[in-house]
């Protein structure tokens, strides 16, 4: 399975980006899928996730209500949604899979996309 992840950028605080993640895999419709973020200097972080049928989504405390993930399987592709940018959102975005579909935060992802970069000037 290979991520492509897209859709960074620079961005003013306030403003919005959407963030895509094309999957080459053939069981994307199965995978769970999560939206990961690294600032400099600190740890990857969970942002979002979504399970295989984009039934359930779960978010982070610090994005919940600005971001919005969602998948479409017919073109193997997850979206992240960010709205009401802030500076503290400046991070490089990584897609990830795991295999037993639930696209929640305590799940062992299994596959990694090479990330986007998202600069949020203030």
């Known amino acids: 399975v290979q991520l492509q992840a897209s859709g960074g950028g620079l961005v003013q605080a306030g403003g919005s980006l959407r963030l895509s993640c094309v999957s080459s895999?053939?069981?994307?419709?199965?995978?769970?899928m999560g939206w990961f973020r690294q600032a400099p200097g600190k740890e990857r972080e969970f942002v979002a996730g979504i399970n295989w049928s984009g039934g359930s989504t779960s978010y982070s405390k610090s994005v919940k209500g600005r971001f919005t993930i969602s998948r479409d399987n017919a073109k193997n592709t997850v979206y992240l949604q960010m709205n009401n940018l802030k500076p503290e959102d400046t991070a490089v975005y990584y897609c990830?899979?795991?295999?037993?579909?639930?696209?929640?935060?305590?799940?062992?992802?299994?596959?990694w996309g090479q990330g986007t970069l998202v600069t949020v000037s203030s």
């Open positions: 895999g053939r069981t994307f419709s199965t995978n769970g």
């Open positions: 990830a899979a795991e295999i037993t579909g639930w696209g929640t935060p305590d799940r062992s992802y299994d596959y």
